[in-house]
Nanobody, 120 residues
Framework: QVQLVESGGGLVQAGGSLRLSCAAS????????MGWLRQTPGKDRELIAA????????YYADSVKDRFTISRDNAKNTMYLQMNSLKPEDTAVYYC?????????????WGQGTQVTVSS
């Protein structure tokens, strides 16, 4: 079992920045593939960034590429999402998720989510 807790969400003006954190406990964070997803009302949850176990590989959705940066610190059991040049369309609930061994195409564990609101 991996417990995930997001923090760092809030209200920011367009063009601003936020840094989300995902603190993990109780499991195999250092061996888990991790991701950030977001969801707005009426829409499916969208994978926006992912990072491999040793942070050698990352993935970004086109909607956030070149603006968001995913990273992880396995010594601190924490993953981050640095969000720059925020736009109103980035407004959503942001979730961190873990895919623990044995790996699959789905995430096994989810945080409770943190709200990000970008005002125009």
């Amino acid at each position: 079992q991996v417990q995930l807790v997001e923090s760092g969400g809030g209200l920011v003006q367009a063009g601003g920045s936020l840094r989300l954190s995902c603190a993990a406990s109780g499991g195999t964070f250092s061996r888990s593939r991790m991701g950030w997803l977001r969801q707005t009302p009426g829409k499916d949850r969208e994978l926006i960034a992912a990072i491999s176990v040793a942070a050698l590989n990352t993935y970004y959705a086109d909607s956030v590429k070149d603006r968001f940066t995913i990273s992880r610190d396995n010594a601190k059991n924490t993953m981050y999402l640095q969000m720059n040049s925020l736009k109103p369309e980035d407004t959503a609930v942001y979730y961190c998720a873990a895919d623990s061994p044995p790996y699959s195409s789905d995430f096994d564990y989810w945080g409770q989510g943190t709200q990000v609101t970008v005002s125009s």
